[in-house]
């Protein structure tokens, strides 16, 4: 909120004005610098910030090197430049993943490369809004523009000092196309999935989907405490009664991933990787739609769970069978819980019958 009343500045030292509150930065630091043919005042921002004292702080660094505000002066490109090789090293450590690092890269070279030029501390919203509109991407490619320019402008403020007046959460990349298609993974693209590297946390979680025909949400809830290695299964499960606590076999093409993912330190088998908390499913979803589009496949999350169904029944699996493990009900079957006994070792033998 503005305040009341601040220390008056001296003669000359310059005005901080207060530009509303619908800003990042709502205190805009003038300077007079000149007269103009008709005598009217030059008086430009030389910078904006958050409160009163920023501004004055941003005054007080003009005044003692005139003209010269250090980074003022510094380009969208020059940021970039340095961010790249930080990028760079992010993914080579295994903090970010390949996709992740070349969507960012390509966005930035195929995009915003188009105001490389333009200087920070001048840069309007509308002008990266427009890129945005006029991308031609849909909803993930223009988020990673949105991503990229938020990475540029978070450098230019954090380690820079520059004082930019965009708030980038005004930034509009559209709604998520939401898919109402389930449509199961071909053999081409599963052997293009399976041949991934399996260092990729992604590339894992996929796999486990793909061999116990879990809802992701269901994955991300699964607790360690809940995960019987030796025994070769898991308890999990959602929505219907018949889904809730259900027994999921280990496949034995998956068992050294969640293995390598169990930590007993952990409430959750399912962690991001440098917080070790719980992986959300928006988390989950981005690395899943990142991963597609790197390999130009169009698939939503929820495609894994159906693939299950479809090759479980391919290979030979009863219908029955694929329903306990995926947790349908089965109370419009003639043979229900009264014949099927759901044995773990029953429910692994099936299961081992599935091969991608």
């Known amino acids: 909120m503005r305040r009341k009343s601040h220390l008056k500045l001296p003669n000359g030292f310059g005005t901080i004005q207060y530009l509303g509150d619908n800003r990042r930065n709502p205190y805009g630091a003038r300077k007079t610098i000149g007269w103009d043919e008709n005598g009217k005042q030059i008086r430009p921002y030389v910078g904006y910030a958050k409160d009163w004292h920023g501004g004055y702080e941003i005054l007080l660094q003009y005044n003692n090197m005139p003209f010269d505000l250090g980074f003022k002066n510094t380009t969208i490109g020059e940021v970039y430049n340095i961010l790249e090789p930080l990028l760079l090293k992010s993914y080579q450590n295994e903090e970010m993943s390949e996709s992740n690092y070349k969507n960012l890269i390509s966005v930035y070279k195929n995009h915003l490369i188009k105001i490389e030029n333009k200087k920070i501390m001048e ?4 002008e990266v809004q427009k890129i945005i509109d006029e991308s031609g991407l849909k909803y993930t490619g223009r988020d990673y523009i949105k991503n990229i320019f938020t990475r540029i402008i ?3 403020v954090d380690e820079l000092g520059l004082s930019v007046d ?8 559209g709604k998520k196309e939401k898919s109402t298609k389930h449509i199961p993974f071909t053999d081409k693209e599963l052997e293009i999935i399976t041949h991934l590297p399996k260092t990729k946390l992604i590339v894992k979680l996929i796999m486990i989907f793909l061999y116990t025909g879990m809802r992701p949400n269901e994955g991300l809830n699964i607790e360690t405490a809940n995960v019987f290695l030796d025994e070769g299964y898991m308890i999990g499960g959602s929505k219907t009664e018949a889904g809730k606590n259900r027994i999921i076999p280990i496949h034995s093409d998956i068992k050294e991933y969640i293995e390598e993912l169990y930590d007993p330190n952990n409430k959750y088998l399912i962690v991001n990787e440098n917080t070790k908390q719980k992986m959300t499913y928006d988390t989950y979803q981005k690395m899943f739609d990142s991963l597609m589009q790197s ?6 999350p929820y495609d894994t769970r159906h693939t299950f169904a479809t090759k479980c029944d391919k290979v030979g699996i009863s219908n029955v069978i694929i329903k306990i493990i995926m947790g349908h009900s089965l109370s ?3 043979t229900n819980n009264v014949y099927i006994h759901r044995d773990v070792e029953m429910l692994r033998k099936e299961i081992e019958k599935l091969k991608y």
């Open 123 to 126: 840069l309007k919203k509308k």
């Open 154 to 156: 978070d450098y230019s």
């Open 166 to 173: 965009i708030k980038l959460t005004d930034l509009d990349v």
């Open 295 to 300: 390999l130009n496949l169009d698939h939503t």
């Open 332 to 334: 419009n079957d003639v």
